[in-house]
């Protein structure tokens, strides 16, 4: 046995529809002693990311369910406390799918680890905008949507990691970028703070005839993070020979009944001219990992890529803090900040 006690979420019962009391809990351990080949990493910050939902249902989708008294998954920035590898030292920072804990034992062979540089950079953004989120909203933008500069880029969730780096990215190859978010102040943030041409409140209502006028030439590629009723007003805008990578769409990841939900594969299906669409995985581009974090990290420390975070503070408050992204309650990147 090590020194040490974990504390960790574990996913108690599966949700039906909206997280509630009782589906996730506490639970401490005792960490046990590292054998040959592995490290001892203490969570340092844990990323909330919307696909963590789904993967509490008993659904197989790209990735197994969290089993029943599993520990959530999820990825962290950590510090290793304990190492009997060659590949990494005590005091080595890294990001790795500790899932929702304090201490995670890996093999140092584990395909998801990477050390982290922070030279200069928060080390959460490599949780956000120069993490995964990021890398999905870059990747996914310039592979699969393939923007070319004069075109209208449209993203909702826009304040989220994924769609301030999309837009951002928009604006950079010379698109017009349009935001779509839940509220004025989000909105505002989107245009004054992170240089959108524009940003509709969804929740005022009107969103088509708003959403025309943000887009006077009708819309080139939509980056799907949201599906749902914004799904269907973009789609009545698209071009012809427009693209729409299908990122995510979290309106649906709390729905009772996932084979009922109205998905946007069936909203562009049943246009006439649908866009070219198709769901992508960030992990396509993992052999870029590295260099697309590096591209990003490096725009984040001139300044150039901007972001806003919420942070809820300690294991304890994560749970709640999860709930309130889904809605919408997060302002920027969700995080939990667990130790210095
Ligand atoms: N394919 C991949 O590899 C991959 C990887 C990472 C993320 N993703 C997906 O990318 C999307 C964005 O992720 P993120 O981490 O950047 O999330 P995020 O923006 O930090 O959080 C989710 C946001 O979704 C918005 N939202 C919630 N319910 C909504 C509804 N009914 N209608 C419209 N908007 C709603 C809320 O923003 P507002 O307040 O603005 O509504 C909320 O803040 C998600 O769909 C996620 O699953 C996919």
Known sequence: MSNYQNTSVVLAKRPNGEIQDGDLALKTNDVRAINDGEILIKTLWLSLDPYMRPRMNDAQGYMDPVAIDGVMVGESVGRVVESKSNKYSVGDVVTCYSGWQEYYIAPEDEPMIYKVNPDGVPLQAYLGVAGMP??????????????????????????????????????????RAVGIAGGPEKCRYVVEELGFDDCIDYKEGDLLSKLKAACPDGIDVYFENVGGDVTKAVAQLLNKGSRAPICGYVSAYNATDMAGVETPFHIFGALEHPPEHRFFLVT????????????????????????????????????????GMLKGKNFGKQLVHIAD
Not at 150 to 175: D, F, I, M, Y
């Open 284 to 323: 396509e581009w993992q052999e870029q990992h590295q260099e697309t974090t590096k591209l990003l990290a490096d725009r984040v420390k001139s300044g150039e890529l901007k972001y806003s975070e919420t942070v809820a503070e300690g294991l304890e408050n994560a749970v709640e803090a999860f709930k």
């Open 134 to 175: 990021g890398r999905t909203g870059y990747c996914g933008l310039t592979h699969v949507g393939q923007p070319k500069a004069g075109e209208t880029v449209v993203v909702a969730a826009a304040s989220g990691p994924v769609g301030t780096v999309v837009g951002q990215t928009a604006k950079q190859l010379g698109c």
